[in-house]
């Protein structure tokens, strides 16, 4: 390992003494329509020129990613790089976590290299370009965040578990998200979440839904949209939980109360995007350690873009359960505010 990487790596893991020596990428080559093979390639070939040793994996379709990162960190792999969406990135998190919800291994820590359509997650600490994992990798800090545990259905109706790191919804959301991810990647995140939401509230009705938080029963009646944040950005950024914190080990809940479709074109989808939707009459929000969502007819749900299943819902929260590299004092900053 080259001296630059030995003095830039050694102090971001000071109470183990671990030293990167190879970095282990997990490239899904379908993300952002194909932008990892873009912008991939000449990075790594930055991270070696520092004197990272860079192994990398493909994934070859849906849940690989979660196979790939389970297998490099039960064989020894500490430090993972992410190259791909926010979908890939669920993926990877839910290798990360076992069933127990405790990490396969304490010591590993991923990077993200930002290569998705709607790019939500790591935009949170600003981490916006494909670039930036090299200043990361050589002195960015270790953060560990809270992630979301849901119980639902699979499609075939089975129970099933799985690990959220940035937001989770049903209704509204995952019916824009579900088009989005079928037809409009080539737009760009900004647009292509813009065009889906447009064309889905359009389309969509409320649907009947019973609310509990941290088990009290706070609504019942038709709904648009409940969301559970634990970061801020959703849908190639919508600022809708600008409260949210990924470290105070708690969910923000929203509801979207039935509204007429023009509203919601006119004055709610545009107030989303700078934060603006809060305090209106139609959006209500609480905090919570613990969710429960029940509806008679079983509602499509979104787990970080992706759309595994279907209510009933129940989310928690694992308090600072995957460690990332962040830019240095964003870890902090993202505290309350
Ligand atoms: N080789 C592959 N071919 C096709 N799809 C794949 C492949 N590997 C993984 N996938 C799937 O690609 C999907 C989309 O990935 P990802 O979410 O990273 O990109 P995105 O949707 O463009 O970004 P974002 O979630 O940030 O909007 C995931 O559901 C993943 O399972």
């Known amino acids: 390992m080259s001296r630059e990487i030995q003095k830039h790596v050694r102090p971001i893991w000071p109470d183990t003494g671990y030293v990167v020596e190879t970095a282990h990428a997990i490239v899904n080559p379908a993300s952002g329509s194909g932008r990892p093979a873009r912008a991939w390639p000449a990075l790594k070939r930055r991270l070696e020129a520092l004197g990272l040793r860079v192994e990398e994996e493909h994934t070859s379709g849906p849940g690989d990613a979660t196979l790939i990162a389970r297998q490099l ?10 190259v791909g969406g926010d979908g890939t990135l669920n993926e990877v998190v839910n290798g990360y976590l076992g069933p127990d919800g405790q990490p396969i291994a304490r010591d590993a820590v991923l990077t ?9 997650f790591p935009r949170l600490f600003g981490i916006t370009r494909p670039e930036h994992a090299v200043s990361l990798l050589r002195d960015g800090e270790v953060c560990r965040v809270d992630v979301g545990v849901v119980q639902y ?14 937001m989770a919804d049903v209704g509204l959301g995952a019916e824009t998200a579900a088009w989005v991810s079928q037809s409009a990647k080539m737009f760009g995140g900004f647009l292509a979440y813009l065009l889906g939401a447009a064309r889905t509230i359009l389309r969509y009705r409320s649907r009947p839904l019973e609310l509990r938080v941290d088990g009290d029963p706070v609504h019942r009646g038709p709904t648009l949209m409940v969301a559970l944040a634990n970061g801020r950005f959703h849908a190639g950024g919508m600022r809708i939980a600008p409260m949210a914190s990924v470290t105070d080990g708690m969910l923000e809940v929203f509801i979207l109360h039935d509204v007429s479709r023009w509203q919601l074109l006119t004055s709610l989808l545009p107030a989303v995007y700078r934060g603006g939707h809060i305090g209106h009459p139609a959006v209500q929000h609480w905090q919570a ?27 928690s929260v694992l308090p600072r359960a995957v460690a990332f590299r962040v830019p240095r004092g964003t870890c902090e900053g993202m505290g309350r505010g």
């Open 73 to 82: 960190l039960q064989r020894g792999a500490r430090e993972l790089i992410v």
């Open 112 to 120: 993200i290299v930002p290569c998705g359509t709607g790019r939500d």
């Open 153 to 166: 259905r699979s499609p075939s109706g089975q129970p099933e578990r799985r690990y959220f790191v940035n």
């Open 289 to 315: 350690r613990r969710v429960t969502i029940h509806a008679p007819e079983p509602l499509r749900i979104e787990l970080d873009g992706e759309q595994p299943g279907f209510t009933d819902v129940t989310a």
